[in-house]
């Protein structure tokens, strides 16, 4: 499972993230030797083993909201209580 | 240097409900001492006149017999607590100038039981780092020196800002939080106290996510007493954050003091490591030794898991900041940079606005997650997890409580342990 230059360029990508091309190498080398590393955890035998996601949960309610100039004030462009985006429909 | 910021949080409080100062001076005290100590950069915004402000209310609920348990007490708070109307951070360009337009809880609490703010902390970027240096305002310096050494140190992270203002008396206590150690180690390399408590105690409403599922607040103090106080206010359900502990909370103070007579203190011996130094070695065996003379029982324990426990944290955290940073698109609040169309405005407005570690981690973190790869990284981490989990249960059965050693060395020189990814999988690195 190595990382190529390939790899993360595309994972890149999928982030979001603008890498310029003179560090996708070094980048590849640093991923690499971090899941190389990290590939240690095979050894363990997870057989039978429920994923241990979350200790607690509680229900997922509304208990604020109302309140756009709040909401946009931070916003880098807005409008009347808008967020203003870049045009993505021609 | 005053001596005011010379005692402790409770000596302060006690002080004060005497009459002996007024919060005013005590704040003043403070002021000064932060004015005087920039050099650390432990503070990366002070707010001395929002102090001053709430250390006058203060003695106004003081003299009118309203006072409470944390009356008139200047405190710290990491830059990770959003703060109504003062800039908060994460010591990261893309929330550079970020206002939030509300408290988070557990600063919250803190002002409700009537403690004054002096600023806002220094930290590691998003809280990933363990030396501070991956702040986007600079490191922080540890107000210690090694005997014999002029060498600036590190005083650990995330919580570096929090630990060195504490250590330095440029606050009575500070807010922390703590996902893969970001409280306990900065503490261990100040010779302050940390704790990260029980996950679910402190509410993580208001607080910058990293990893939520390991995300947890908690205070660093100049002593156990004083992050009693600060946890019993700091603590508490919060219809707000789906994860609190909705269990009474106790005041933490009452149990400050008690004989330990009678308790089995684990030791596990997967924590002797290969290469500890020798004044790590003999603090440990030092911490056995006092145990026993208060009345312990030392029982030896096996966590077999020990060594799994970076390796899957470096995929559970990582993969979770990668979800929960995916918000800073430059749309809603934050930095926005220009491209020619939306995907070239995201990826320039993250470029610009990320430091290189948390770029690092969120590549990281979509690598694992992305297609092909999730089962075979994210999911085996969460079983990893369980196994992990399961180690504890089985010592909670021979022992009550577990001694260990906080880091594997003591504070490292700054500039020595920074950008590097292979030290950056050693243990002394993570948070």
Same mark, same amino acid.
């Given at each position: 499972?190595?990382? *190529?230059?390939? &790899? ?27 899941? &190389? ?25 509304? &208990?604020?909201?109302? *309140? ?23 | ?7 402790? %949080?409770?000596?302060? !409080? ?11 001076? %005590?704040?003043?005290?403070? =002021? ?61 360009? =893309? ?27 220094? %930290? ?95 205070? =660093? ?58 004044? =790590? ?81 969120? %590549?990281?973190?979509?690598? !694992? ?63």
């Amino acid at each position: 499972m190595a990382i *190529d230059a390939a &790899t993360v360029r595309k994972v890149a990508r999928l982030a979001r993230i603008a890498e310029p091309e003179e560090r996708i190498e070094a980048l590849a080398n640093e991923l690499n030797g971090i899941m &190389t590393w990290i590939e240690q955890l095979a050894e363990v035998d997870t057989e039978g083993c429920e994923p241990l996601t979350s200790v607690v949960a509680a229900d997922d309610v509304v &208990t604020m909201g109302g *309140d756009p100039a709040r909401v946009t004030s931070n916003a880098p462009k807005s409008v009347g209580n808008f967020f203003v985006v870049p045009k993505v429909v021609e | 240097m005053s001596a005011l910021t010379k005692m402790t %949080l409770k000596a302060a !409080v006690d002080g004060l409900a005497k009459g002996e100062f007024t919060s005013v001076e %005590l704040t003043k005290a403070h =002021i000064e001492a932060v004015e005087a100590a920039r050099g650390l950069n432990a503070y990366i915004l002070e707010t001395p006149e929002k102090a001053l402000d709430m250390a006058a209310k203060s003695d106004a609920r003081r003299a009118l017999g309203d006072a409470g348990p944390l009356e008139g007490a200047p405190l710290g708070v990491k830059d990770l607590f959003c703060t109504e109307g003062v800039r908060t951070t994460a010591c990261s360009k =893309i929330l550079e100038n970020f206002v939030p337009t509300y408290e988070s809880t557990v600063t919250s609490q803190l002002w409700r039981d009537g403690a004054v703010m002096l600023g806002k902390l220094n %930290l590691d970027q998003f809280a990933m780092g363990s030396s501070n240096e991956t702040s986007y305002f600079g490191p922080v310096t540890n107000p210690w020196r090694a005997q014999g050494s002029n060498k600036a140190l590190t005083p650990g992270g995330s919580s570096g800002g929090s630990a060195a203002a504490v250590a330095a008396d440029l606050c009575l206590g500070a807010t922390a939080t703590d996902t893969g150690g970001s409280i306990r180690q900065p503490a261990a390399f100040t010779g302050t106290v940390g704790i990260k408590p029980t996950y679910g105690r402190c509410s993580r409403w208001g607080v910058v996510a990293f990893a939520s599922s390991l995300d947890q607040a908690g205070p =660093i103090a100049k002593t156990v007493e004083d992050a009693a106080l600060l946890l019993t206010s700091m603590s508490g359900h919060d219809p707000k954050d789906s994860t609190s502990l909705d269990i009474p909370v106790p005041d933490f103070t009452q149990f400050v003091g008690k004989s330990v007579k009678g308790l089995k203190i684990g030791i596990p011996k997967e924590y002797r490591v290969d290469n500890m130094p020798a004044e =790590i070695e003999k603090l440990w065996a030092d911490g056995i030794a006092w145990l026993k003379e208060a009345g312990c029982e030392i029982v030896d324990i096996s966590l077999p898991h020990t060594k799994y426990a970076l390796p899957a944290y470096y995929i559970v955290a990582p993969a979770e900041a990668s979800s929960n940073l995916a918000r800073y698109d430059g749309m809603r609040y934050g930095l926005r940079e220009e491209g020619t169309n939306l995907t070239e405005i995201y990826e320039n407005t993250r470029a610009s606005g990320f430091g290189d570690e948390v770029k690092r981690r969120i %590549l990281i973190g979509t690598y !694992v997650l992305s297609a092909g790869y999730y089962d075979a990284y994210y999911l085996k981490a969460l079983k990893v997890r369980r196994r992990i989990a399961e180690d504890f249960d089985n010592a909670w059965t021979k022992c009550d409580a577990i001694l260990t050693p906080t880091a594997p060395s003591a504070a490292f020189g700054l500039g020595e342990n920074s950008n590097d990814p292979i030290a950056a999988n050693t243990p002394s690195r993570p948070p």
